[in-house]
């Protein structure tokens, strides 16, 4: 697989080699916003068809780091190798309202994938393709999510960005939505990386779990449970402690 | 606790125990909320409207059989109905009608033209922006009303400068509105036609013109005001045929039946211009939420 390199070119460095099995590939990555320091020589490689959480304080970076992979932030050191097909799930759906659910499904695809069919399908994946003709102001928040979930897998990406997804929905939707990216991403074998700020939703979900502390990978966890998951087993509350605590948060 | 030994309860359900004192609770189910008082009220709200014209109507009427006011100042209400019988038989209010609306329509197209594209320019970049924007705003200012003496040197006295004031006077409301429309598309959601892959230009046209549309439809509808509020302040300084040229002649002949039914006939235009636009809008913007309030 090939990666697109989204950094200028480091000073002295050759030509990164872009192994096979590789879904992202940072190092070095420095980002700073005026005085703040948000990354601060990050190296962080995830494997393709790998799904990574990455988990951090608010204000710890980890939506500068996901912006920086969705080529919407510029990095101002380091290099950034993603691949070329690659798409985001943002924390506000974010669908086009002048356009029907089926149009929005399809946006910035090419001439022959724009077809009806392809966007019922994917609609169809999230059991939304009887809302293919809704204008996006009919449908409720979790049902507008998931359509920006169809919407991001439409295009079979290689890597899945997705910025706290379900931080806006009820709780109950939360549930489903977990279950339903879990089984998207079992189906669909693209690399993930959730940004989350709920501990207990990374475990839930993902192989591995980075924490970012003050720019740079603070722990980085296998989850080693079968799946699928449940909390009641004492690993993961074993889990969870550990993750809270290197969150600064102290758990009884 | 207190709150138990007090008897109360917080709320109580079909299947709570006996309650023995009620006296601190209210009955919702009794609520304002849901008394639907004005229920006869609100299904005949819409006669209300008609009651002050009504009202208006009836004191002119009686007024001017009474005496009260004079025919010389304000002819009766049947004579005005009499005139606008006259006018349509003889077809001079047909000519007039449609010499003016072909004038505001053809002045209103060359407004909207011209606004819309210096909006959406100076709207998408920041060089348009530079050119554009402080001048617009500079003549913006100015009453347009004050530059007929001017048109009328530079343009003579048939029908250029009346649909030029007209095209002045309708760019603003619709550069305005357009500017800001395509300013204020969501710049979320411009980031999700980039992570999508959508070129500049696709941006443009999939995502920021058919959101700023609201916008201009909304300076569309002011120009569309406006263009008649200039047309009558250009026909009436100096015309030779139109609506304005017939109110200035009768006013001259102090025919005030005929001066009245020309400003109803004003009116009726702004009417009709305001459910044309929702007629457009409703065409224009399915998508959106509140586009036809009821």
Known sequence: ?252 | MTADTAGGIGIRTAVSAPVTRTSELIDLSQSSLRRDRGAILKRYSWLLRFLVPLFVLAVWQVGSQLGFISPRKLAPPALVVDAAIELLQSGDLQTALRVSLLRAATGLAWGISIGLSIGVIAGLSRLGDQIFDSSLQMIRTIPFIALIPLFIVWFGIDDAPKIILVAVACIFPVYLNTYAGVRNVDPKLLEVGRTFGLSRLAIIFQIILPNALPGVLVGVRYAMGTSLLALVAAEQINAASGLGYLIMNASNEIRTDIVIVGVMLYALLGLSVDMIIRGVEALLLPWRVTVVSK
């Open chain 1, 1 to 252: 697989m090939s990666l697109a390199e989204l950094s200028r070119p480091t000073a002295g460095g050759g030509r990164p080699d872009t192994g096979a099995g590789v879904g992202v590939r940072l190092s070095g990555v420095k980002k700073r916003f005026g005085d703040r320091v948000v990354l601060d020589g990050l190296d962080l490689e995830v494997r393709a068809g790998e799904f990574t959480a990455l988990l951090g304080k608010s204000g710890s970076g980890k939506t500068t780091l996901l912006r920086i992979l969705a080529d919407l932030d510029t990095v101002d050191h380091g290099s950034v190798l993603v691949p070329r097909n690659r798409s985001v799930v943002f924390q506000e759906p974010r669908l086009i309202p002048s356009y029907r659910v089926w149009r929005n499904v399809l946006l910035g695809l090419k001439g022959g994938e724009r077809t009806r069919q392809r966007a019922n399908q994917a609609l169809d994946e999230v059991a939304l393709a009887d809302h293919a003709d809704a204008w996006p102001h009919t449908l409720s928040g979790g049902e507008a999510q998931r359509v920006a979930l169809a919407r991001a897998l439409v295009r079979q990406p290689k890597l899945l960005l997705l910025d706290e997804p379900f931080a806006a929905l009820d709780a109950l939707t939360r549930l489903r939505m977990q279950d339903l990216v879990a089984e998207l991403w079992r189906r669909h074998q693209p690399a993930v990386l959730l940004v989350t700020h709920d501990v207990d939703e990374s475990i839930l979900l993902a192989d591995r779990i980075v924490v970012l502390i003050d720019g740079r990978i603070g722990l980085d966890e296998r989850v080693v449970q079968p799946r699928p998951r449940t909390r009641a087993l004492p690993e993961f509350d074993a889990l969870r402690r550990k993750l809270l605590n290197s969150l600064g948060v102290v758990v009884p």
